[in-house]
């Protein structure tokens, strides 16, 4: 059977607190206080992509994406079933703005997002091998499993960067 | 919360007497005739909000309704960014709409968002006899869709649909498009809906 090509593969939107695992093209678009992490196994040349909106579940258990402390450790549950274990698995993230100053002297929660999923990659040994986070702007990412875990970046300006 | 449609009815005549007031403010601001949609109630689950708002750049004048209420949600004037060039151009006289925005240009923009969503919020008081007061604005000119999720956010860990009330004013004259778009807390949106169909029980 002939390889998938990544460039005919209809692209996954992922929305705010939304998941998905596999090799085809994964999207979060505009994420602005929110984190777009991707885990990618080098030697599968699978992985995953979630849309974290907040860091604490504070319990809840309905959608599991949308926080930081709940959205990780379902994803490398899910990598896991398919045979990637944590210790092969390499982390990128970006967003976690804060795109009002003013709102966001009271809470940045940008911020706040970046600092727990720095925390829960650490203590499950995953290493975090790129960031593009903070500032004030808009990230539209794009993940590539099937081509080397690419993960580009475009910006409202349309500059657009690769980590 | 599940709007009825008599909630939803008296919801739209609400924004129809604010943005009625907004598009005047601002079809003086321009010296022109602005124009503006049946206001529409759309409810949103977050997973589906980048079908409703994407990563287009636009201008965002945020500020938080305040007053009565505290943390009230938000209410939004939005403009895309060639509209909103268009419209500081107009309104400092001059004509190159390939530029950047400076700093005039924000504080324009801030301006106006100010005047209407204030005549928006009048408007509303007066009617409902509950007042909410606009907070300090926040400016945002960069992906819609950023601006919106970092707001939502701020609404607590607990939600996960939005409903958001949005009504279109265009000036054809300049070719400017914006909304005006409320985005309350569940609090507020109970406390409003109450008081609408008090006020049709006492007629």
Sequence with gaps: MAEPNPETQQTA????????????????????????????????????MVHIMLPD????????????????????????????SNRSLVAKMAGGACMFEYFGTNLNIGERNTEKVRIILKEQGIKLSAEDVGGKVGRTVTFLPANGGKVSIRRADGVTSEL | MKLSAVQADAIQE????????????????????????????????????????????????????????????????????????????????????ERDFNEMDQSALLEVGNIMVSAFLD???????????PSPPALSIDMAHAAMESLIAQLGEEVDEVLLFS?????????????IIMLPEISTLKRITSLLEEMMKGT
């Design chain 1, 13 to 48: 939107m992922i929305g705010i607190g939304e998941y998905r695992v596999g090799s085809f093209p994964m999207m979060t678009i505009g994420l602005g206080s929110c984190i777009g992490l991707t885990l990618y196994d080098p030697q599968k040349k699978t992985g995953a």
């Design chain 1, 57 to 84: 579940s504070g319990g809840r258990t309905d959608r599991p994406g949308k926080y930081a402390d709940t959205a990780i450790p379902l994803l490398l549950k899910e990598l896991d079933k398919i045979g990637s």
């Design chain 2, 14 to 97: 609400l924004g129809n007497i604010g943005a009625a007031h907004a598009a005047t403010t601002l079809s003086q601001m321009l010296s022109s005739t602005v124009s503006m949609s049946v206001p529409a109630i759309k409810a949103i689950d977050l997973s589906e909000l980048g079908n409703h708002i994407g990563d287009e750049s636009a201008a965002m004048v945020v500020f938080e309704l305040q007053g009565e209420i505290q943390h009230g949600g938000y209410i939004i004037f939005y403009i895309t960014r060639e509209s909103a060039i268009r419209l500081t151009n107009t309104m400092l006289g001059m004509t190159d709409t």
């Design chain 2, 123 to 133: 408007a509303t008081a007066e009617l409902l006899g509950f007042i909410m007061l």
């Design chain 2, 167 to 179: 009504t279109e004013l265009i000036c054809e004259e300049h070719k400017i498009d914006s909304d």
